[in-house]
Each structure stands twice: as C-alpha cells, then as structure tokens.
C-alpha cells in the first residue's frame, strides 16, 4: 500500500559524495604543450628545485587548500626530500611506517574498481619550497617543470592555482611569473586518482613527487620544441638530415660540413647508428639573437617492416633483450643517473643489446644513456589496466570513450618528449590493458606525428592497429610455429595450453588481419620469467629466434628483483617484499623476478642469459685441430675481440695462448688452428678440455680491456675416461661384522639398520634417498610443487627392510614412501670397497602408480660435521647449473666456501646445485671427503636442512646448524619458468623409472 504524500518523513541530506577534482577523467588542466626533453638542453638557465621541501601528509583527500597561501605557517611540517616517495621513508631506527607503507599488487588495484572514484582513506601529500627567480630572467618567460608525480597532484605559486596534472611517469610544465624574487610553490599529491585506474602496472605503489623538478629561463627565441629526423640509406651509404624547430634556426654538424636552416633537408656521407656501433654526431641548433643554441646528438638510422621483419639500416636485428621497471631498493622510483648508466654498463657486459621500458617512459636520462651506449629501446606508454580483468574486464578504459583523451595524451606526452632519441627503435601503447577503439586512436596518432617507427601492442593480437605480433610468454612449440608462418588462426592462437597432439588451427575471425599477422614480425616482449632460481630453457628460445628471420627475438621478463630493505628488531636487514608491509591484498614475491638482485649482484639467471645470447659462437674439433668462430652479431665486425685458448687436463691449465682469428664480418664465419700440444703421458690419461675465449680488444664505455664478451669448450683428442674409485678394480676389502658395527674399507656402518656411521676419521650421518628439493619461484608459481606436495614428496618416510653381506657387498634394502600413499620407491643400497674408498651403488624400483607423478630430484643426502667449510670440485662451475640452466657452467676445477655456494633468493628457495661433477672434495679443520662420479654427479653442500630452506621465507629466517648437508644426486628436473610462460621442457622433466647410480667415497 502506497504511503499518502502527506505522511512521508522529511529528508536531512548530511553528505553525498561529489567526485574530486583528483575523480574526473581530465587529465591535465594549466599546462604547456608537450615538447622534446632534448630541448631541454639549451644555452638558456635552469634552476635545480630538488633538496628538501616543507611536507604534510594527510589520510583523506578533501584536507583545506589553504596551505597554499604564501603567509601559511607551515613551520610545524616535516621535510621530505624531493624526488623521493614518502611511503620509502623511514624512522631514526629504520623502520616503514613514518608516512605510510609502500604496497605490491600485480594484477589487482589495491581498491575497489569503481570508475572514477577511489576510497575516502586517500594519503594526500602537501609540500611548499621558496625560490627566486634571478633579476637576469626578467626579459623572458620561466617555466616549471615536473618530469613524475604519482598520481595526481595540483600546483600553486604565490597562492595561485597553475593546474593540475595526471600521467606519473611523463613530464609536465607550468608557466610562472618571471617577477624576480622569491616566491612560495605549492603542490598537492593525492596517491590514488581517477588516473590510478590507467597506472595498474605490477609493482610497488609509490607516491610521492619522485623525478626531478627544476626551474627553467625561456628567453624571447628560446626552442619550443625541435624534431630531429635522421635516416640512413643503407644501398647509398648515406644519412639524411632535416631539424624541425620552433622558432627557425640553424643546424651545424662541423663534422659532416653540415651547415643548413631549419627545415631543410640534406643528404651526406654517414656512418649509421646502431646498438652494436653507436654512432653519434655531434651538432649544433641555434635561434639567433635573444634565442639560444643547443647541442644535439645525432644518430642515423632507418626502421622498417620487411619481409616479415624488423630491419634497421637494411639488416634484420635480433632482439637480446630485457624489460626494465625504474626501482632502486632504497630509492625507489627515484632513480640516479649513476644507477641507470651501471644498470647499463651491467646489460652490456652481458650482451643485453635491448629494453623493453616496462611500463612506461623511463627517467628521459636513461634515453640519453642508451643513445649513447647503444640499446634498442621499446619506449611504452604509461598504461596499463590489468586490475580490470578481474572484473571481466568491464568499464575498462581501453574501450571507453571518457578515457580517450586521457590515453591520448599520454602516447603524446611520451612520443613528443622522447622522439630525438636514436635508441627508440619502436613505440609501445602500453600493457595488458585489453583491447578496445582507444588502442586504435593512439596508433593513429602515433603515424601521423612519427611515421619512422613501428608500432607495438602485445594485446593487439589480431595486429587490429599495431605493426608488430608480440604474444608474451608462448612455449617454444607455439614461437616455432610462428617462424614457420604455421600459428593457428585467432583465436585458437590464444589458447597457450593447446598441445601439438590436438592442435588444429581454427577460423580466423577476420581473413585480412591474419593475413596481415603472418606478414608481420614477431617477438616476444615478455618471456623466460627470471623470478629466483631460473629461468629455465633460454637456449632452446635463443636457437628457435636464430633459426626462423621472422622470430626476432624477445626481452627478458624483467631486470631487477623489487625487494626493499627492512630491518628487524636485532638490526639485520633483508629484502621484503609483497605482504611484508601489511598490505589488505598482496602478491607476495612476484616483485621479485629479476635478473639482478635488488642490490644489482647479477644472478645466475644473468650469467645464463649472457652466454645463450652471446654475439660470437665457438664450436671446436679436436680430432681436426680447428676452432669455427661464427659472428652473430647484426652489424659489428669481430675486429673487437680478442681471442685465446687454453687447455686444462682434470681441471688444471697445462697451457694457454693467444687464438689468431681474421676478422670476420657480422653473420660470417671463419676457421682458426689450435696449437698441437703433447702431453706426457701421466697427463693424457686424464680428461682434457679445450676453452677458447672472445674478449674485449680494448676498454669500452661499459667494460674495460679483456673483459669476456664469449666462450667456448670442447673435448680435447687425447681424452680418455679416467678410472674414478673401484668402478673396474677387484673388490679387495671384506666386510668384518664386530660388535653393533659393520667395517667395509674406510667405511663403518651400525649393525642394526645399516647406516653409514664414519668414513675414515670423518664422522658421517643419515645417508639417505632424496627426491625432494625446496621449489622454485618458477615451481610454487604454475609448476609443480603443489602436485609434489600432494603426492608427499616433501615427507617421505624412510623404513630399513633387510640387510645382508654377499659377494664382499653389504646390501640394505629400504622402503621410501610418504603418509596416506601407498606408492613407494624401493630403495637397495649396495657398498664395497676397494680398501681405499668406499662405492657406494643406490638402485631405486618405483612400486605402485608414478605414471601421473614427476619428482624434482633423484639421489641422496648425508650430514657431516660442521668443521668443513669449503669444496673443491671438477665440474661445472663456478655458478649453479640445473638441466636447463647450465650454459652459463664451465667444466673446470673450481673452490668455494660453503657459504659462498649459496645463492641468496629473495624468498629463500633450491639454490646452489653444481652439475656435471666428476670429483668434489669437501674440507675444513679436521677430516674431509673426497667424491667422485660415475661418471659424474651434482653436487649441492648447505649449512641447514631441505626443511629449514622450505620454510624460511626471508634469508634470515635462515640459520647454520651444526651439520653440513651434502646432496649427491643423480639427477635434478629443469626449472623452467612456469610462474609466467611454460614448465620445463620434457627432456629436462623427471619420472620415476628404474634407475641405478655409484659413487665412490673416500676420506681425505
């Protein structure tokens, strides 16, 4: 029944929500136009605004606006550095939490998606700082310049609004008053904004004002803006020059006798530029009177999409690459010119030849770094809205037209401040923000600004507006496919987990644009996820890029592990990343996934990388006498390198020299004679090893004189397999029972159950089978481990059935199996003894159903007293090696503490295997063991147990015990990189099978 009129109850409204100035989809309000950042560099003044500013952090964002009144006394504020994040600050003791905590998502927005608005509890961050303008800038214009402010903020001078300004990665200026004297800047930064939506890109939250800000004179001519255009013809040897700028001017290159005016083109005698031969010239813009000049940096090069190929300056180029997020571990986002010019340095040295800048514009002087060094640089937009798929991807800005404008102008913010750059070889739209009309209207843009570069958007699948087929983290079936030109049609080209048994390619929904796709060329921009131990498989990626033109290549996903430090209560510091700062919602430890530890030491994964991507290939015959030198790069010579031999025989060099190589042309080959070596004869028994090494002729800008760029090993001729323990000697000791013990040789066993008890003076404890390892990043993330759990391979119980002697062998047949499984590995260890040392043989049955089970080790392991501390081995080394991360691994006789063989994950995981060893030798202050291989075995040496490694979460949750853990395996599985992109492969996957293996013991 309807209530009379009459009757209803008078309504109060005490509050309804209004969205803020910080809720709206405009993005910028009071600003300049975009401009080239290398116009920055003018004759003209600048004032540096970065130091300590007066700050106020508030937790809502509708705090009054009166500070921004010159007379406001804001005495009582603290002082926070600009650039830098306020949540990164730390107390006197060093903990988080003076302004809030820094939070990792990779996928979800850390509010609830409700487009435009954002929660009422929004950290709003206030600063003041005076300055002066100097009397001499009175004849012109000043203008204020942002280059990053996370995510919106809003700018006062002398208590006068200038606007506002969204995009946190990309520049933005305000014009101010040029009355000289001091005058007060305000600025107010809300964290989360409509823009936040548009920012969801799989890292740390930031806030803050965390790029520089300066102050800069424009006299009455000063540049606006200039456009460098600089192409090479590759069949005339010639560059093409013409500036663009605004006011006319004239450019100057004395090295080339360039002297024309703006505008006009002309064509010389070049030599081009590219990532391997960084070729600038150095010329000369000038406006004139009351103007200003300013230096340019010019390379010449062409791009263009050929054949199904990128090429530049006429040549396909191989993508080496990496993505690269902008994260110093105390800095944050606010990263120094010195840190970006190491972090280069380091990605020279390792052949890195690209960055994919993920996921948007890097700090303008890394472009500077990259011209300079030469990397191809991907430049992407500051866009992503992965955060939507959550909802079904519903109000997602790609496809909306409120955010046109929005997305507009950050491709246009990007392209015209970074278009003079030579490195920036291709723009990228973005990330993972679906698709929709918006991809469209950018790539419209794009074309008609800047036609000289292709376009890329890895969610474009269909190639709907981009250039470039870029599908991330595909199984090297599915990147083979694609070189053959045989991918499926969309959208069965999406579906990642089709296997080549039921793969039947479908109905291409449009026939034009899969037309289009199988013209176009193809990378990876994100692949091999490098998060802890791995990634895994690079090689077999690297050898499917080199053999199919159309497969260019691909960038590592990413550069650098995102841990911050923080401190515990007894002073010691880790890496923490998500959730160790109480975040509602996190993504624990998949910030981490770098090449390089947050404190840049490269990781063994780095080391990988560069050997599967190094530029020269060495392949040896022995038998021959030769060495084959294969030139791999795109355009450089070898006339660089130096090269050299030597030969070592169980792991000792007998003798070395100089390689005489002719220089060979990029993609070439050439042949080189080894030196003949006799070798006495106590030598030529043992196992012979051929290294051949390409280093640095000279001192480059990222390393110096000798560094190694490439390697090489081969067996040398005289090889023969050397006689390891008692694999073919007489069985000469008898077991002798005395007592509750069982003497075999050096060995003593307890009479009850058979276990080893002493080697020599050694004492030896609870030597058993060991299929269990610790998972990786890579296996807790899509592998394996929760299916190793389930089947219980992480608590296997040991049960001794019998025991007996024969044949000189005492024999002790064991029962491995796990609570609530009736599976079980039937365990038999046979040992003897030649008198000297102690062999041990291990034959393991699988009984019951494995056909469904794969397991990620196969050996055992022994605890010996803590006393030893170091090991020496012959075998790959010195770094850690898995089956499919063993490239980096050179066979030789390597040393290392125990301390040292450890490899320091971020979140604490199996680490440190060395493989292919065929002798290892383990010491300290009192006895020692000496094993060896038949043929050979990994070897892994730890201070605490598999347990203490699978719980700990952080290095130090990580304490030594009193025992040394010592694993000799047989075999370990792969590591792939299933946390993103494919398991391992099944040749590096492990099946319970029969399997038999030995080694032999010996006290030292």
Known sequence: MAIPPTILPSITRLHTHHPGAHETFVPQSGVAAPRAYSSLRGSAPALSLNGDWAFRLSPRADVPEDFAAPEYDASSWDTLAVPSSWV???????????????????????????????????????????????????????????????????????????????????????????????????????????????????????????RDVALLYRPARAITDHFVHASYDHTTGKGTLKVECSPEGRVTVPELGIDIATGESITVPVAPWSAETPRLYDGLLDTGANGETLPLKIGFRTVVIHDAQIKVNGKRVLFKGVNRHEFDPARGRSVSRETMEHDIQLMKAHNINAVRCSHYPPHPAFLDLCDEYGLWVVDEGDFETHGFELAQWRDNPTDDPRWTDALLNRTQRMVERDKNHVSVVIWSLGNEGGMGKNIGAMADWIRRRD???????????????????????????????????????????????????????????????????????????????AMGNGPGGLSEYQAIFEKYTRTQGGFVWEWIDHGLPKRLPDGREYFAYGGDFGEEIHDSNFVC?????????????????????????????????????????????????????????????????????????????????????????????????????????????????????AWGQFPARFTAPTRLGIDHSPVIAQPKVTGDTVAIGPGTFRASDGALVALGGLEVSDLRLEVWRVPTDNERFGGDAARWRATGLDRLHHRTDSMWIQDACLFVSTRVSAAAHDRALHTTYRWSSDGEGLRLNVAVIPKGDWKDVTIPRLGVVLELPSSLSHVRWFGAG???????????????????????????????????????????????????????????????????????????????????????????????????????????????????????????????
Not at 193 to 206: I, N, T, V
Not at 604 to 624: F, Q, R, T
Not at 644 to 670: H, K
Not at 970 to 984: D, F, L, N, Q, R
């Open 88 to 210: 990164l600050h730390r107390d006197a003791e060093g903990q988080y939490g003076k302004y809030g905590y820094p939070a990792y998502q990779n996928i979800k927005f850390p509010f609830p998606i409700d487009v435009p608005l954002v929660p009422d509890a929004n950290p709003t961050g206030d600063y003041r700082v005076a300055f002066d303008v100097p009397e001499s800038w009175s004849g012109g214009k000043v203008v204020l310049r942002f280059e990053g402010v996370e995510s919106w903020f809003k700018v006062w001078v002398d208590g006068v609004a200038l606007g506002h300004s969204t995009g946190s990665r990309l520049p933005t200026e305000f014009e101010v008053p040029a009355t000289p004297g001091k005058h007060i800047l305000a600025v107010r930064v809300h964290q989360w904004s409509a823009a936040s939506y548009l920012e969801d890109q799989d890292q740390w939250w930031l806030p803050g004002i965390f």
């Open 451 to 529: 036609s000289s570069r292709p376009i890329h958007y890895e969610r474009d699948l269909e190639l709907r507006y981009v250039d470039i087929f870029s599908h991330m983290y595909l199984s090297h079936w599915h990147v083979e496919q694609i070189g053959q030109g045989k991918e499926a049609a969309l959208p069965d080209l999406a579906q990642e987990s089709v296997s080549k048994d039921t793969y039947e390619p479908g109905k291409a929904l449009d026939p034009a644009l899969d037309a289009k796709r199988r013209r176009s060329p193809y990378f990876l921009c994100e692949y091999a996820h």
């Open 593 to 709: 996934d770098g090449l390089v530890f947050p404190d840049r030491r490269p990781s063994p994964g780095l080391l990988e990388y560069k050997k599967v991507i190094e530029p020269v290939g060495i392949s040896g015959d022995a038998k021959a006498g030769t060495v084959t030198i294969r030139n791999k790069y795109d355009f450089a010579s070898l006339s660089g390198l130096a090269f050299a031999w030597s030969l070592a025989v169980g792991g000792q060099v007998i003798e070395s020299g100089t390689l005489e190589v002719p220089d060979v042309a990029a993609g070439e080959s050439a042949t080189a004679r080894l030196p003949e070596i006799i070798l006495p004869p106590s030598l030529a028994i043992g196992e012979g090893v051929w290294t051949v090494t390409a280093s640095l002729a000279k001192a480059t800008l990222y390393a110096g004189r000798g560094h190694e760029v």
């Open 878 to 1004: 010195p770094g850690e090696s898995y089956p499919d991360t063993k490239r980096a691994g050179k066979i030789g006789a390597h040393d290392l503490a125990i301390d040292d063989m450890q490899t320091p994950y971020v979140y604490p995981q199996e680490n440190g295997a060395r493989g292919d060893v065929r002798w290892a030798e383990v010491r300290g202050s009192g006895a020692g063991l000496r094993v060896e291989g038949a043929p050979s075995f990994t070897l892994t040496a730890r201070r605490w147990t598999t347990a203490d490694l699978d719980k700990a979460m952080h290095a130090t949750d990580l304490e030594a015990r009193d025992k040394v853990y010592l694993n000799l395996d047989k075999a370990h599985a792969g590591v792939g990189t299933a946390s993103c992109g494919p398991g391992p492969l099944p040749q590096y996957l492990l099946r319970p099978s029969p399997t038999e293996f030995s080694v032999v013991l010996k006290p030292l």
